[in-house]
């Protein structure tokens, strides 16, 4: 294994972090006062202004869809090469992913209109989300059936002339609740009485079809991420689209959704190891400044160990996500889907507990508004079962492990 990122890679890292350093962290303190006043105007979904003016300057530094290993549509990095680049957008999570037109779910989504969209529908939609002019989001979790079992989805799609219409209830379509957010790429059931890998398909909706409503957005342990769209809970009601919206072979929605959720899961891998980076400086800057019981808190034995495991846990989880990166690059997504699923485990696990430390170095102020520590910690707990829970992917690992000693 070769872990050696290219040469382009390493400058793009140095440009990422100069970016970070020169125009994301300043803006941080601007984005959260526009935030604060989008809610007093009763606008709690709209994009603050900071964030566009963030994007001009990430395609002007060549910052830009970086993630797309597609040259035509993307940088053409490796995901190896990419990984580095991804862990640095996640110091920054409201912000630097999004700047960089590199923020889930438009990713996945661009990603499957590259590799399956018809010409139509690339021009319709992946133009557009390429240059950052739209949103878009991703409907496949539904409130009434166990959707970490995916052939238990119920919507429907049903072939109707030359249209499909589409039925069902859906939520967590994260980022719908924008205004920018234009299409929904719908998975639902289309053919019944096939195998059951068999019988689903995806299509495009767009979101301001007659027939589908925007109800809600659920919020991640009280915060409604507002600025990145929200979770919307969305129904289609007899919602009529071409049936040239489909996306792909009919029936082939399950594999396309693996596709999909492949490079997804190892682009939140890397994004969390980022913010777990960031936990552990402030972790370290915290028990230099503040101290407690005769001297600094660096100085106690407890510390000292919580930054010692929060080390050893970030570089074991890194290693991992390296390791799956170079295999998806040389072997393919499929062949690496046993290390997929132990990366969707380990990484989330180790930027967890590092932020959990944080917190507990920081004391109350740790839980509070003014560290992002709290909202981290929000976002990684919820990477446990964002892609799929946790046990759904242990248990990927334990059937592998399994069939080698059967």
Known sequence: MDFQHSERSRQLQADVQAFLDEQVYPAEADFARQDEANRAAGQPFRTPAIIQELKVEARRRGLWNLFLPDAEHGAGLSVLDYAPIAELSGRSLRLAPEAMNCAAPDTGNMELLAMFG???????????????????????????????????????????????????????????????????????????????????????VPLDAPGVTRH???????????????????????????ATNLLGPRGGGFGMAQARLGPGRIHHCMRCLGAGERALELMVRRAGERSAFGGPLARQGVIREWIAESRLALEQARLLVLKTAWLIDTVGVKQ??????????AAPRAASYVVDRAIQTFGAAGVSQDTPLA?????????????GPDEVHLR?????ELAKRA
């Open 118 to 204: 018809t010409d139509d529908q690339k021009a319709e939609w992946l133009e557009p989300l390429l240059a950052g002019e739209i949103r878009s989001c991703f409907s496949m979790t539904e409130p009434a059936v166990a959707s970490s079992d995916a052939t238990n989805i119920a919507a429907t799609i049903t072939a109707d002339g030359d249209s499909f219409v589409v039925n069902g209830r859906k939520w967590w379509s994260s980022g719908a609740m924008r205004p920018e957010c234009r299409v929904a790429i719908v998975m639902a059931v289309s053919d019944p009485d096939a195998d059951r890998h068999a019988r689903h398909s995806m299509i495009l």
């Open 216 to 242: 809600r957005s659920t919020t991640v342990f009280g915060y409604d991420d507002g600025t990145h769209g929200g979770h919307a809970e969305i129904s289609f009601d007899q919602v009529r689209v071409p």
């Open 396 to 400: 990927s690992v334990a059937r592998v």
């Open 375 to 387: 909202e981290m910690w929000a976002g990684l707990r919820t990477m446990h079962l964002a892609d």
């Open 336 to 345: 690496a889907a046993t290390e997929i699923a132990a990366i969707k485990v």
